[in-house]
């Protein structure tokens, strides 16, 4: 019999300080200064304004994480972190990690009290209201947020744009849009279709700004409006992308339901999100994302593949299926 190692358990238990570098990485914006061409230790170290005592661990720690290269004394980012890391590229995903940085990474050190209550972690514990109320209700919290659901979602929604079938489709629908990663993909994608961003009131300057970024403001238009209390847009297609995990399961129904409603016949509705494998024994992250929600809301968890096609058979779609998309997410999607 093999001998037992610790190495498994060690590995997970260093993951924060190898989460941490990175995060550092990001808000330091080291990859984007990289994005001008390669630094040897000394340049990229007077570059970030660094300390001399640690500034070369740091930067060969990125190294051993694969987030950088080294060839011959200079650092140079990787294509994946060339692609995704640098800010001034359409492609950044480091909004998503800003904000883990900014909020979600000091929260999780009460994950405990958070299993012992049921009770969010977040800016609510000290009275900021919920998730939304205290992200909304300050301009800089709620473009870091918005910011960050372009980062997470932007792999996602490029594949979803490549994967589904929307060529006998004329319209669709981003629900909780924010700042319109999604939409401007599809649009992107698929210059037939005419786009709908519906999001809150507050939202809709910033997803106005980068819609038009992208030159599209002629295709795509927002709709202000609450999911809870206002119906959704109709639309040939709806998709709904790291939505449903914030809410508990009778909301999940609601908005299924009024997802069904706002379809036009022969219509299809698209849920994306980092979903638990059916089995709930493999897919980590997903299980993580679920427990990020008990830090996160009251009452929001994450769901199978299978949950999220019963919820949907349950409001009366008729056909429905399951694939995945890209890194952690995959959709569900439903026929009406």
């Given amino acids: 019999m093999a001998e037992l190692r610790p190495d498994r358990i060690m590995n997970v238990v260093w993951g924060f300080m190898a989460a941490k570098t990175l995060m550092t990485a990001i808000e330091l914006d080291l990859f984007s200064v990289l ?26 720690t990125l190294v051993a994480l694969g987030m950088l290269e080294r060839d011959g004394g200079r650092y140079a980012n990787t294509l994946e972190t060339a692609l995704y890391l640098d800010r001034a590229k359409p492609s950044y995903i480091g909004g998503f990690i800003e904000m883990l940085n900014a909020r979600l990474y000091p929260f999780w050190g009460s994950l405990g009290e958070a299993l012992k209550t049921g009770v969010p972690q977040n800016e609510s514990k000290s009275g900021g209201g919920n998730l939304f109320e205290a992200l909304y209700a300050d301009e800089g919290r709620l473009r870091l947020f918005l910011g960050a659901m372009t980062g997470i979602s932007l792999p996602s929604a490029k594949a979803i744009a490549r994967k589904f079938d929307f060529s006998r489709y004329k319209s669709y629908a981003d629900i909780g849009a924010a700042q ?30 980068y819609v038009a970024s992208f030159k599209l403001s002629d295709r795509v238009r ?3 409006g609450s999911f809870f209390t206002d119906p959704l847009p109709r639309a040939d297609v709806l998709v709904m992308g790291h939505i449903l995990h914030d809410w508990d399961l009778d909301e999940k129904r609601m908005l299924v339901k009024k997802a069904y409603d706002a379809l036009r ?14 089995e709930r024994r493999r897919n980590a992250s997903g299980l993580l994302m679920s ?46």
């Avoid at 319109?180 to 994608?189: D, N, R, S």
């Fill in 222 to 224: 927002f709709a202000p």
């Fill in 180 to 209: 319109g990663g999604c939409t401007v993909q599809i649009a992107l994608a698929h210059p037939h279709l005419q786009g709908i961003g519906f999001d809150l009131p507050v939202v809709k300057p910033v997803f106005e700004d």
């Fill in 291 to 336: 427990l990020n929600m008990l830090i996160e809301t009251g009452g929001g968890f994450d769901f199978t593949g299978a949950d999220g096609a019963g919820w949907m058979r349950e409001v009366g779609f008729r056909e429905t299926y399951v694939e995945s998309l890209v890194g952690l997410d995959s959709m569900v999607v439903g026929f009406k």
């Fill in 265 to 278: 016949a022969g219509g299809a509705f698209i849920v994306y999100e980092a979903l638990i494998d059916d």
């Fill in 35 to 60: 994005a001008t061409g390669p630094l040897d230790a000394e340049g990229l170290r007077k570059r970030l304004e660094l300390h001399p005592r640690s500034a070369r661990d740091f930067f060969d």
